[in-house]
């Protein structure tokens, strides 16, 4: 048996740091987090706040290649949005009132009043647009668990393991890793899959996670999965 391929029947064996990890498909899913229009393209919330967007469109092709290899064995692919009620009644002010007054969340915006659920650059960016089906869970905070119904989802399928990606890497991404720790799933990142406004933090959010044995998970990246999933 090698690094990466089948184990035993309907499991795989992922090559992944700190060690390889065995998934059943049929009990994986695919968590993807944030790949939402105002963070990732021109002209977006992410690009006023002076951030370089082109850093985040790394991850667009690797997380197709990822769901490509998911969807085709059938896995439940999760898509999460950070945003609030048009009425704002579930932002904490101590959130609202951080930065410049014109960039707040609720202001208006390049693509719609900014982190508003129903507005265009709250929705996902079309490159990865989910499939009919694919549940999306719009969140109010940075971690996909706190405040939505993914657990629920999570426990009608039986899932046990999960493989986020998204962004960015040390915020959303992390603190969903850290949710699902805690709630005793075990959690692979792709980390080309994953992308940080600053590359550094990217790099180190990674390193947080695959240190002291797997602290909060498993390391792993899109060819690696995708080469197991066969």
């Known amino acids: 048996m090698g690094q990466t391929g089948q184990r035993e029947t309907g499991q795989v064996l992922i090559a992944a740091e ?6 059943d498909p049929a009990r994986t899913a695919v968590i993807v987090i944030d790949m939402q229009r105002d963070f990732l393209e ?5 690009e006023t706040l002076g951030n370089d967007v082109s850093l985040l ?29 048009p ?7 101590a959130k609202v009132e951080r930065g410049e007054p014109s960039l707040r969340i609720g202001s208006p915006g390049p693509m719609g009043r900014i982190l508003i ?18 549940p999306v869970v719009d969140k109010p905070g940075k971690g996909a668990f706190y405040a939505t119904d993914l657990q629920t989802m999570l426990l009608n399928r ?8 998204g962004v960015t890497t040390e915020v959303c ?8 720790n805690d709630r005793g799933y075990r959690c692979i990142v792709p980390g080309d899959c994953c992308a940080s406004y600053f590359p550094e933090f990217h790099e180190m959010g990674l390193r947080m996670i695959k240190a002291q044995g797997g602290i909060f998970g498993w390391v792993s990246d ?3 999965i995708v080469t197991a999933l066969g």
Request: charged share 25%; hydrophobic share 35%; aromatic share 2%.
């Open 18 to 23: 700190p060690e390889p990890i065995a998934i």
């Open 222 to 224: 899109s060819t690696r």
């Open 158 to 165: 039986g899932i046990d393991t999960l493989i986020v990606c």
């Open 173 to 180: 991404v992390h603190t969903t890793v850290r949710e699902a």
């Open 117 to 134: 659920r129903g507005e265009a650059g709250h929705d996902i960016i079309p490159e990865l647009y989910p499939l009919t089906g694919e």
């Open 42 to 46: 021109p002209g977006g919330f992410g």
């Open 57 to 85: 469109k790394r991850a667009i092709e690797p997380i197709k290649a990822l769901l490509t290899g998911a969807r085709a064995h059938g896995m439940l692919v999760i898509h999460t949005r950070e945003g609030h009620r």
């Open 87 to 93: 009425d704002m009644a579930d932002a904490p002010k």
